[in-house]
């Protein structure tokens, strides 16, 4: 396991608190009602702590039974704040025999990826600009008064309101991108600060609830591409993803849809999928779960905007208006992010490495101004997986030293252009389908 080493008497005397334990016996501790993980080889029970988690009791619910420090720092900016809530949780350590990884996880790529993790501090890619974040916040604020603009001084034809349409799409979308930034506490030092502001962009400008992104986001970067634990892989039976699932629902004879032509309706369907994440979003946030800072912020935006767009369209076309706006911005979204992972490896749980657990879910699309302005910097996305806390402005400098990581390992480290990777989603799909009728009709 990770390593070798002898196997120790679970629950040996020793430790800070008295008690040795073995991997063997922290992976018995992986389920609802009992969770243990280890952090830096201490063990820690987080049995009732994971309701408490401000990042969610899911996400880390995901770590139950296993090595969870690569994790603990890829989300954690201030880890010393941090570990104060860990100190009730401590129930022991492991065993000087046991190995620092569990199960048959590489310890030189994990040695690897942290003496990279320390190069990149070094090289002091985790401080953020603010004036690239101000700049990028006004151009938001200057998409969304142009809109109005628009329509004050040339009133409300098709041809204004298509581009009132677009240019608030675009205003979204690229909002959508800045909440994304504060939501992973990249901006700011401290915690507190991004929690604040990403309130403010996600609610005020965009409608949604920072509590609800959080906790399925999280979810996301924490185990990508891994059923039942990615939220972003599970598309409600409409589409089978990877090469193992489209198995599994061909030989149980599933067939919700005729996914051998999934490659087809996908550009129906995407927006179906995503206004059935929508409406789970405002149900969350109106039904109360959502904390109700979060239901005020969510109330402001749509305040702001029938108070803005009724005098020119009514009320029921100012609904129009932004149901048309939420369609194009899906397509936009869903593209966007799903051309770094739909075409990667999607599967069960394999209990890999961080470093190789996020490269084979994910790959990069070449850089230029647009594509950066574009994706939100998310053609970068395999540096954003590995350091999620990292300022997005700061990838461009990490890749190299990433690519060198990957390289000496072997493991494959992939760059696209964007039209190639629009491409793969569909051929992605393609793949699939024609491997669930293939197991449909003759396994």
């Not at 924490?222 to 061909?250: C, R, W």
Request: with cysteine.
């Amino acid at each position: 396991m990770g390593g070798g080493g002898q196997q120790t008497e679970p629950g040996s005397s020793g430790g800070r608190n008295g008690v040795l334990y073995t991997w063997e016996e922290v992976q018995k501790h992986c389920h609802k009602m009992d969770k243990w993980l280890v952090i830096n080889r201490k063990v820690y029970n987080i049995t009732e702590w994971a309701k408490r988690h401000p990042g969610g009791m899911r996400v880390i619910s995901h770590y139950a039974g296993e090595d969870a420090t690569d994790a603990f720092h890829a989300f954690h900016p201030e880890p010393e704040f941090v570990r104060k809530f860990l100190k009730p949780l401590l129930i022991g350590e492991l065993a000087p025999s046991e190995p620092n990884l569990d199960r048959q996880k590489n310890a030189i790529i994990v040695q690897d990826f942290r003496a990279l993790r320390e190069q990149v501090e070094k090289a002091d890619l985790f401080r953020s600009d603010p004036l690239f974040f101000c700049l990028y916040l006004g151009h938001i604020l200057l998409l969304e008064a142009l809109s109005l603009f628009l329509l004050w001084n040339w009133g409300t034809g098709w041809t204004q309101t298509l581009l009132c349409a677009v240019i608030l799409t675009t205003a979204q979308s690229q909002a959508g991108w800045l909440q994304h930034d504060f939501g992973h506490l990249s901006v700011f030092k401290k915690s507190r600060w991004n929690h604040l502001v990403h309130k403010f962009v996600i609610g005020h400008l965009k409608g949604a609830s920072a509590n609800w992104w959080n906790h399925r986001h999280f979810q996301h970067h924490a185990k990508p591409n891994i059923f039942s634990k990615d939220p972003d892989v599970n598309m409600l039976h409409a589409l089978v993803l990877g090469k193992t699932q489209p198995v599994e629902y061909g030989i149980k004879k599933l067939k919700y849809l005729p996914y051998n032509h999934q490659h087809q309706y996908f550009f129906l369907i995407i927006s179906t999928i995503n206004y059935l994440k929508l409406l789970s979003k405002l149900f969350n946030i109106f039904c109360l779960s959502a904390p109700l800072q979060d239901l005020a912020w969510a109330l402001s935006y749509y305040l702001r905007y029938f108070y803005c767009y009724v005098p020119y369209y009514g009320f029921l076309g100012s609904i129009a208006l932004v149901t048309f706006v939420r369609f194009m911005e899906s397509h936009w979204f869903v593209w966007v992010t799903q051309m770094n992972h739909i075409p990667m490896d999607i599967d069960h749980e394999k209990h890999q490495d961080w470093l190789t657990m996020q490269l084979v879910a994910t790959c990069n699309i070449e850089q230029s101004f647009f594509n950066d302005w574009f994706s939100g910097h998310l053609n970068f996305q395999i540096e954003h997986h590995l350091f999620p806390t990292m300022p997005r402005h700061n990838y461009w400098r990490a890749a190299p030293m990433v690519r060198a990581v990957c390289e000496k390992h072997g493991i494959p480290y992939q760059v696209k252009s964007l039209w190639r990777g629009f491409a793969d989603i569909v051929s992605s799909l393609k793949e699939s389908g024609d491997l669930w009728l293939d197991a449909y009709l003759h396994k």
